[in-house]
């Protein structure tokens, strides 16, 4: 018999949903998800699971609630157990009590397994406790858009201004300058504090705060997009991460997530500045033509992206990994060799030391007779790699699979409160240094420097910067010890 569990995601570290919702997407024939449910979460699935998305964004309605119902049903009549993952709790403002009466009246069993609600999580993750004693004794959830007729609200906004706790308004961004004319209007100083908050407890978090009567400005200035959370209250004026320095990243999703998680625990603040895309190039769709090639020997791998690609592209091509028994496989650090772990596969030789330089240079040094060497690999790839391989005599062809492409994820503001800029590849350098130049020309480039390797040094040389930390650990373990390492006397002059 079905059964439907209403699931909630948590506000979006993929981290902070409970372990009965974790243990629900392991065990799952299908999920259907929303956009404000972490797409790491899914990783958590059993390979077979069905994933159907149902997400709804401001202006692009997906799919009605309605047609969501629909998708429930049919779900039901076709898979045993059936997650609804929903963002924070299915109750707070999630129409999970609306799908639980859809499943009663369709005589479908479920269960409701509750999630951290982003109305209290949010503002924590932003070091703002909902009640402070002195401060705040309560605090009120609101809807900040209801999609009823003109109406933003449907509570009173002269109860809301009298309450005296902190406002909390899920899903307000559009109509933060209505919500705060309407509480100055009905009563509520116009220097009460104010924040909003995007991205809360996720790596592209930002909060701009003020007071009812300048925080819509800001938040224009800033740039800030949907999904935020409102909060009204002098608890605003609390900072409970306080003392914690900021760190921006340049990378792409994996590896921004891999260093957010490592730099929290060593005590940052961690913001994602320059958002970098993996594109394809037109050659990945010859990649398996050239694999087949029957005096390739060895494949190469400088980097997760360039094996993610690969193994992708070669189920595309309906190819059995059986086809890889003949050849072996380099990989250039710990990053690498675990990704490719994921396909069934162990890397035949990795470096001791994981940099371009060294992997060639051992490389050489182990292998005496390798044949031919396919290198499926980045477009802006260093060029130490190929040059050692080329002083050796050794045959290879390179591919480039895949270039980075980046854009500029924060304002002015948010760079300004950046102690320390990481990144971890030259071509994050270049989109960082080129978004600057082209988007925030009046902005002032400070702080100190952490990079990943010498290629990506090397880059920074190039526009006229010094790294102070170089981690030649080419993985999100290397350089967050080496930023720890360097960061100990600092912190103690910044009491962290």
Known sequence: MSKVYLVGAGPGDAELITVKGKRLL????????????????????????????????????????????EIILQAAGSYEKIVRLKGGDPFVFGRGGEEALFLQEHGISYEVVPGVTSAVAVPEAAGIPVTHRGVSQSFHVITGHTGVGESVLTENYEQLAKLGGTLVFLMGLSNLGEISAKLIRCGMDKNTRAAVIFGGTTDRQRTVRGTLENIEKRVQKAGLTSP???????????????????????????????????????????????????????????????LMQKDIRWLMFTSPNAIRIFFRRLE?????????????????GSGSREELRKYGIEADFMPET????????EFVRAVKDPGRIFIPRAVQGSRELTDILTEAGY??????????????????????????HVFVS??????????????????????????IGEATEEALNRRGYTADMVSLVHDAEGLAGSIKRYYREYEKERKL
Not at 395 to 418: C, Q, T
Not at 428 to 433: D, E, H, P, Q
């Open 26 to 69: 392991e065990e799952c024939d299908a999920v259907i998800y929303d956009r404000l449910a972490s797409s790491e979460l899914l990783r958590y699935t059993r390979e077979g699971c069905a994933k159907i998305y149902v997400g709804k964004e401001a202006g692009r309605h997906s799919k009605t609630q309605g047609q969501i119902h």
């Open 228 to 290: 935020v959370i409102i909060v009204v209250g002098e608890v605003c004026r609390l900072s409970l991460c306080e003392g914690k320095p900021t760190i921006g990243i340049t990378a792409t999703a994996h590896m921004a997530s891999k260093l957010h998680k490592l730099l929290e625990e060593i005590g940052f603040a961690v913001v994602k500045t320059c958002d970098m895309q993996i594109v394809e190039t037109k050659e990945t769709a010859g990649i398996f033509q050239r």
């Open 316 to 332: 595309e091509a309906d190819q059995d990994r059986s086809c890889l028994s003949d050849k072996k496989i380099a990989v250039i």
């Open 354 to 361: 994981y940099t371009s330089k060294s992997f060639a240079v």
């Open 395 to 420: 045959d290879y062809e390179e591919l480039p699979i895949y270039d980075v492409k980046g854009k500029l994820a924060v304002g002015k503001e948010a760079l300004d409160e950046v102690l320390c």
């Open 426 to 451: 030259a071509s994050g350098v270049n989109a960082f240094f080129d978004e600057i130049e082209q988007s925030l020309s009046d902005y002032h480039f400070h702080g100190k420097i952490a990079c």
